[in-house]
């Protein structure tokens, strides 16, 4: 999953959506540590939602199905992917407007500045400047984002060429989608209750 994703199975919660924007930027127990309980526990569903998504027997089968130079990357292209047809959909999911939902988010970053890390803070500058996470939308943007990581990424890779899959990869995930995120739905939920019972709130 990638960041619009994440954000909106984090609920209304608002410690639980900065846990969500944090989790890929918080790394060990003493840093983990270092935000107050709430926030972790959001950071630790972004963790679950990962770990569990890619445990998926429709997501293994995504997988597999990319040719063997694009493999590599099946993950990084997956996880666009889902962020792509959660934005196509967005009113199925929630009754905010994407953009509505996109500014809260700014609104809430803004709001709590102390608690964002200087990668995220970098993540964001590079959102604003391409109108993310509402422009998940389209589909240029997401073959935009991939190919911007591909130039990120220390080794020569594909993703420069995503566009040439991605029209029958995209039907495969539209396929796929649905029953993916309603299982992930569910698990959330499941995840949440019983960390409530746990902690006797």
Do not use: C
Not at 51 to 68: H, I, M, N, Q
Not at 69 to 84: K, P, S, T
Not at 92 to 117: C, H, I, N, Y
Request: proline share 3%.
């Amino acid at each position: 999953m990638n960041f619009l994703a994440h954000l909106q199975l984090a609920g209304a919660d608002e410690n639980l959506r900065m846990g969500a924007m944090l989790g890929d930027f918080v790394r060990g127990r003493a840093a983990l540590e270092a935000f107050k309980p709430e926030v972790q526990t959001g950071i630790l569903l972004h963790r679950r939602i990962d770990s569990y998504t890619d445990a998926l027997p429709e997501v293994a089968a995504l997988r597999a199905w990319f040719p063997g130079e694009f493999r590599r990357y099946a993950g990084i292209i997956i996880d666009l992917g889902i962020d792509h047809e959660l934005a196509r959909n967005w009113g199925r999911w929630s009754k905010q407007t994407l953009d509505v939902f996109d500014g809260a988010v700014r609104e809430m970053l803004d709001r709590r500045a102390s608690e964002v890390p200087a990668e995220l803070w970098r993540f964001m500058d590079y959102a604003d400047r391409r109108g993310l996470f509402a422009a998940y939308r389209d589909r240029a943007e997401i073959l935009y984002s991939l190919r911007g990581i591909g130039r990120r990424l220390s080794r020569p890779n594909t993703l420069h060429r995503v566009e040439d899959i991605w029209g029958p990869f995209e039907i495969r995930l539209r396929l796929s989608f649905q029953p993916v995120y309603d299982k992930v739905q569910s698990d959330v939920a499941a995840w949440l209750k019983s960390k409530s019972t746990t902690t006797g709130s």
